[in-house]
């Protein structure tokens, strides 16, 4: 299947500063990719929908200026973490739509850990 | 809006049974389902798409029903194996093109 590669794998911060999460499709491109964050035992939560060229689009609850999305191309989307704080700690993975099935294929993952 | 239920939330079977995780959902109007696998800390890895117009998918000892009136998918495993063990989710997806999770069935599988 397609692959999407999502980088950092892990990443340690101090509170106040930001991160910067990569997600790139590898063998296709995506126009849409989607960000998930999940809570240990929990399911994955829709934190926004990242449209290449264009704004993201925010969940309910999601704060946009916290959780920066950038789609420059139809193959990298980024989300910046901005002043981190303990609570941000959290599980974020990527995903992206393969064109033709519709079937989504989904990075690593990421691992932050704000101190 | 679309909500996502997966039974059991947690699954120990010993090596060679055959199993089934269930997956329902509450609106029917979905595009596709797919299953997916995550192993602890790692991302998601798709095993089957199921499209709304198909009715099941088979990959090697696996196979997803869908049946769209009942609001409900099934995952069959069959002669489960130790390196089945890992969290399954099956997501939905609505018209936003995303897809909405349930939060996963937790399958150990002992040798």
């Known amino acids: 299947g397609a692959v999407v590669s999502q980088h950092p794998s892990w990443v340690i911060c101090k509170s106040g500063t930001s991160v910067k999460i990569e997600c790139r499709s590898l063998?296709?491109?995506?126009?849409?990719m989607f960000w998930y964050r999940q809570f240990p035992k929990q399911s994955l939560m829709l934190m926004a929908t990242?449209?290449?060229?264009?704004?993201?689009?925010?969940e309910q609850g999601v704060e946009k200026d916290k959780f920066l999305i950038n789609h420059a191309s139809l193959t990298l989307s980024t989300l910046t973490v901005t002043s981190a704080h303990p609570e941000d700690s959290s599980f974020y993975i990527c995903?992206?739509?393969?064109?033709?099935?519709?079937?989504?294929?989904f990075g690593e993952g990421s691992r932050l850990t704000v101190l | 809006k679309q909500e996502v239920t997966q039974i059991p939330a947690a699954l120990s079977v010993p090596e060679g049974e055959n199993l089934v995780l269930n997956c329902s959902f509450t609106?029917?109007?979905?595009?596709?389902l797919q299953w997916f696998r995550q192993d602890p800390g790692k991302g998601l890895t798709s095993l089957l798409l199921?499209?709304?117009?198909?009715r099941e998918q088979t990959s090697g000892r696996l196979n997803a029903s869908l049946d769209k009136s009942s609001g409900r998918s099934t995952l069959y495993i069959a002669a489960s194996q130790p390196g089945d063990s890992a969290t399954y989710l099956c997501?939905?997806?609505?018209?936003?093109?995303?897809?909405?999770f349930g939060k996963g069935t937790k399958l150990s599988v002992k040798p």
């Open positions: 995903s992206a739509r393969s064109g033709g099935t519709g079937e989504l294929f």
């Open positions: 063998d296709f491109q995506a126009t849409t």
């Open positions: 990242s449209n290449e060229g264009s704004k993201a689009t925010y």
């Open positions: 609106d029917s109007a979905i595009y596709n």
């Open positions: 199921i499209q709304s117009s198909q």
């Open positions: 997501g939905g997806r609505g018209s936003q093109g995303n897809l909405i």
